[in-house]
Antibody, heavy 117, light 106 residues
Framework: QIQLQESGPGLVKPSETLSLTCTLSGVSITHYYWSWIRQSPGKGLEWVGYVDDSGITKYNVALRSRVFISVDTSKSQFSLNVNSVTAADTAMYFC???????????WGQGTLVTVSS | SSELIQPPSVSVSPGQTARITCSADSLPNQYTSWYRQRPGQAPVLVIYKDTERPSGIPERFSGSTSGTTVTLTISGVQAEDEADYYCQSADSSGVVFGGGTKLTVL
């Protein structure tokens, strides 16, 4: 059974870097896109970006200057870094399989990240 | 980038048919997917490639497309279908979500 699990700090200070990891089980990381999506409290879904198994990335234009997504195929993980965070980056962050032309067919449970001093 | 427009809310009584629309501001060149999100839970894929239903999703969920509008139809709505629903597509800029529709079962 395919499972995705987000991990990382739940609290990040303003101007610092938010770092999250998504660990896969029950599925190979190869031949798929892997996405990060976030949801601010009470708001809709916002796609952050995706990476494929070769490390090719695509980012939301609005976040492109602050976001970096990487993949570690040996650990079946992919990671998200968002730098220079503000309160506007406070959100539930989900990882998911898919992106680009592929539907997001498996999601992690999400992890809440709060930006506050 | 493309914008996907959904009605903020739709209300139906149990057993009725709910239709949730998703309109694009330009002709989409990618398929559309639909997701159901219950409170406090992660989204779940209910329709992909405009009309396909993943395994485990009830047959009462269906998708259709006409021009630049795609529609999620839920036939015989049940109380458990009350949730937020999001459409999603892709363009040259990446992935785009609609603003979401809250389905209320009266």
């Amino acid at each position: 059974q395919i499972q995705l699990q987000e991990s990382g700090p739940g609290l990040v200070k303003p101007s610092e870097t938010l770092s999250l990891t998504c660990t896969l089980s029950g599925v190979s990381i190869t031949h798929y896109y892997w996405s990060w999506i976030r949801q601010s409290p009470g708001k809709g879904l916002e796609w952050v970006g995706y990476v494929d198994d070769s490390g090719i990335t695509k980012y939301n234009v609005a976040l492109r200057s602050r976001v970096f997504i990487s993949v570690d195929t040996s650990k079946s993980q992919f990671s998200l870094n968002v730098n220079s965070v503000t309160a506007a980056d406070t959100a539930m962050y989900f990882c998911a399989r898919g992106g680009g032309p592929a539907a997001l067919d498996h999601w992690g449970q999400g992890t809440l990240v709060t930006v506050s001093s | 980038s493309s914008e996907l427009i959904q009605p903020p809310s739709v209300s139906v009584s149990p057993g009725q048919t709910a239709r949730i629309t998703c309109s694009a501001d330009s002709l989409p060149n990618q398929y559309t997917s639909w997701y159901r999100q219950r409170p406090g839970q992660a989204p779940v894929l209910v329709i992909y490639k405009d009309t396909e239903r993943p395994s485990g999703i009830p047959e009462r969920f269906s998708g259709s497309t006409s021009g630049t509008t795609v529609t999620l139809t839920i036939s015989g709505v049940q109380a458990e279908d009350e949730a937020d629903y999001y459409c999603q597509s892709a363009d040259s800029s990446g992935v785009v979500f609609g603003g979401g529709t809250k389905l209320t079962v009266l």
